[in-house]
């Protein structure tokens, strides 16, 4: 079992930037695939960003390639989404997520029901 838990959300304007973290606690952290997934309201979640157990391996939604980053500190078991360039269709509430069954790849987009534990969740808001 994994516990984990988002920080980092507000409430920014058009062009800003935030980083997101999150922070794991129970198993071995780099035992584990790590994604951020968010979902705004009236929508259903969507795949944002995922990171292999080293770091070595990144994905990105079309959506964010290019503005958001992800990494990962396996010494502080956190995961980060570095948003950038932020536009208002970036609102939603932001799901970091553990993936144990990942096998070296993801064969295009990363789904939800592929990922094992799920943080609460953080609100990100952006304005125009």
């Known amino acids: 079992q994994v516990q984990l838990v988002e920080s980092g959300g507000g409430l920014v304007q058009a062009g800003a930037s935030l980083r997101l973290s999150c922070a794991a606690s129970?198993?071995?952290?780099?035992?584990?695939?790590m994604g951020w997934f968010r979902q705004a309201p009236g929508k259903e979640r969507e795949f944002v960003a995922a990171?292999?157990?080293?770091?070595?391996?990144?994905y990105y939604a079309d959506s964010v390639k290019g503005r958001f980053t992800i990494s990962r500190d396996n010494g502080k078991n956190t995961v980060s989404l570095q948003m950038n360039s932020l536009k208002v269709e970036d609102t939603a509430v932001y799901y970091c997520?553990?993936?144990?069954?990942?096998?070296?790849?993801?064969?295009?987009?990363?789904?939800?029901?592929?990922?094992?534990?799920w943080g609460q969740g953080t609100q990100v808001t952006v304005s125009s």
């Open positions: 997520a553990a993936d144990r069954r990942y096998n070296g790849n993801y064969y295009g987009t990363p789904k939800d029901y592929e990922f094992d534990y």
């Open positions: 990171i292999s157990w080293s770091g070595g391996l990144t």
């Open positions: 129970g198993r071995t952290f780099s035992d584990y695939a």
